[in-house]
């Protein structure tokens, strides 16, 4: 299935693509049938589109030259424009995953991911992931991330696909998200 994907770090020329499937995934497009595939949340400018760029920190999937994937990761200074970011890395102290002090330089957000809802399900998540990882693991140590109880598919494919470790939650804005961690060191396995 991923032989003719092309897993890139994301260039300018690539703002557009990035920001089609955003749309056609953010969660306030979605009627609430559609919600439950899975959907994300945070709608990035192309502003901040750019700045992650720039940063080498945006991980696209491409089939005939199409974005059909796309991870976000970023330091928490670049997401600590929006509230929620900063609420979570406020717990840090209280949260503990292996021998990690957990800290906003040792960890990065990781997220959000989309994909192209014809290719989830197919084995496009580990691969892209498994690019994303080799990269980001040369600043950081741990990935972060936080999930919203209700978008289910993404749970799994977290801590079922690609091994991530629930290490807490909290409420926001009168959601329930559980907080994810992973050990940046650690490949993701080949297994499907």
Known sequence: MTKSIQFETA????????????ELYLV??????????????????????????????????KKNNKIIAYIFAGSWEFFQQWPIFNYMSSLFPELHFLDF?????????????CIHK??????????????????????????????????????????EKLKWTIIGGFQFNNNDYSILAYNMNQPVSKTI
């Open 118 to 159: 014809e290719y989830r399900g197919r084995g496009l998540i580990k691969p892209l992931f498994e690019f994303m990882r080799i990269h980001m693991a040369q600043k950081y140590a741990l990935g972060l991330t936080f999930i919203n109880k209700i978008n289910i598919p993404s749970m799994k494919a977290h801590t």
């Open 28 to 61: 306030v497009n979605l009627s609430e049938e559609e919600k439950i595939s899975g959907f994300v949340t945070t709608p990035f400018s192309i502003l901040q589109l750019t700045e992650v760029i720039q940063k080498s920190e945006l991980f696209i999937a």
């Open 101 to 113: 002090k957990i800290t906003t330089t040792n960890s990065f957000q990781y997220g959000p991911i």
């Open 11 to 22: 260039k300018m020329s690539d703002i557009d693509g990035v920001l089609v499937l955003q």
